[in-house]
């Protein structure tokens, strides 16, 4: 018998290095970006329904919030649109739901992954045999919708990939580094946008960013990050969107002060954030230091949406279950 339900794992994600090198002509920024999945994960659950040709989508969890949107700009919607043209089968009515454990709008990848987990339920639910060209040609178009959704469907047997152009040239790497990683979460809703507006970048010439992207050394600094322990590894950590984040949304700033008072300068930003991120060699001195965190964030009436500690997640980027685990 035809499966009706598919359930999908998605993972978050951090990027230990994100380097922009310019602006281009058409509003975008080049850059290169390595890119880790965590295993914080939503689940994702794609139907056939019976009816008009339609996809509908709805949100639960502890991160189902209202900026999650219901309709046809939710990106699992967008990428369950990407696997019906891959398909050929624009007219299959479907529904989505989404159980939200990955905080939104905190530059963890959200949104990201669940439309690539909804774009993988839906070719496994109407063609778990198909041929790995409708897979490329799905790639291609989720890096349409948003450059970390290729990076999620392309890397989901990896777990970490080399990002580069607006984003949407994804290098899978099979890496899962021996980090222990503090992930946090600010009750701060940072728009990537605004984030990008904040660079305020002149246009580049096509020269200045093939220029740009030879000089940053980027090869060599990823070669040596994936299997570096954490202190070494926190030396090779880089974030160009930390300043201009920064500009746009200035209540970051009272974390990087908590950070700075704890010794935990080497706590990164997450993509445009909120989120911030610790590497460290053992769970529990991650732990220890989140607590730490949690105490001054509270003497100092900062507010946390998200904290824990998490491991990277390695081929299970994307999982897909026998059934769903969240009823």
């Known amino acids: 018998m035809a499966r009706r339900t598919v359930t999908v794992t998605a993972g978050a994600k951090v990027n230990p290095r994100l380097v922009i090198h310019g602006r281009r002509a058409d509003g975008f920024h080049e850059l290169t970006t390595l890119m880790l999945g965590l295993d914080l994960r939503d689940e994702v659950t794609v139907s056939l329904v019976p009816g008009a040709a339609q996809i509908s989508v709805r949100s639960t969890g502890p991160f189902a919030t209202p900026d999650i949107v219901a309709d046809e700009t939710n990106l699992a919607v967008r990428g369950v649109r990407a696997a019906l043209d891959g398909l050929g089968q624009p007219e299959t009515a479907l529904h ?16 990201s992954a669940d439309a690539a ?28 919708i948003g450059a970390d959704c290729a990076f999620f469907f392309a890397a989901r047997q990896h777990g970490a990939a080399r990002s580069s152009g607006k984003g949407e040239h994804v290098e899978p790497i099979a890496a899962t580094p021996p980090w222990h990683v503090a ?32 000089t940053s050394n980027d090869g060599s600094q990823s070669a040596a990050l994936w299997s570096a322990a954490a202190a070494d590894a926190r030396a090779l950590l880089r974030n160009d969107l930390e300043e201009p984040a920064e ?5 970051l700033r ?3 002060a908590l950070f700075q008072h704890l010794g935990l300068d080497h706590f990164r930003l997450a993509g445009s954030g909120s ?7 053992s769970g529990a001195e991650a732990e220890s230091v989140l607590d ?4 001054e964030a509270a003497a100092r009436h900062l507010g946390l949406r998200y904290a824990a500690v998490h491991r990277p997640a390695g081929d299970q980027l994307l999982t897909l279950l026998d059934a769903p685990s969240i009823p």
């Open 247 to 251: 500009r746009a949304f200035p209540e």
């Open 183 to 214: 992930l946090l979460t600010p009750e701060i809703d940072c728009a990537t946008p605004k984030v990008y507006a904040a660079l305020d970048l002149a246009v580049s010439s096509p020269e200045e960013l093939r220029a740009s992207a030879r």
């Open 96 to 111: 989505i739901t989404l159980h939200k454990g990955i905080p939104s709008r905190a530059g963890l990848g959200g949104g």
């Open 275 to 281: 989120s911030f991120f610790g590497l460290f060699d």
């Open 117 to 144: 987990a909804a774009a993988l339920g839906t070719l496994e639910l109407l063609a778990p045999d198909r041929p790995h060209s409708v897979d490329t040609a799905v790639t291609r178009a989720l890096g349409h």
């Open 292 to 295: 730490d965190v949690r105490a």
């Open 254 to 256: 009272s974390w990087r």
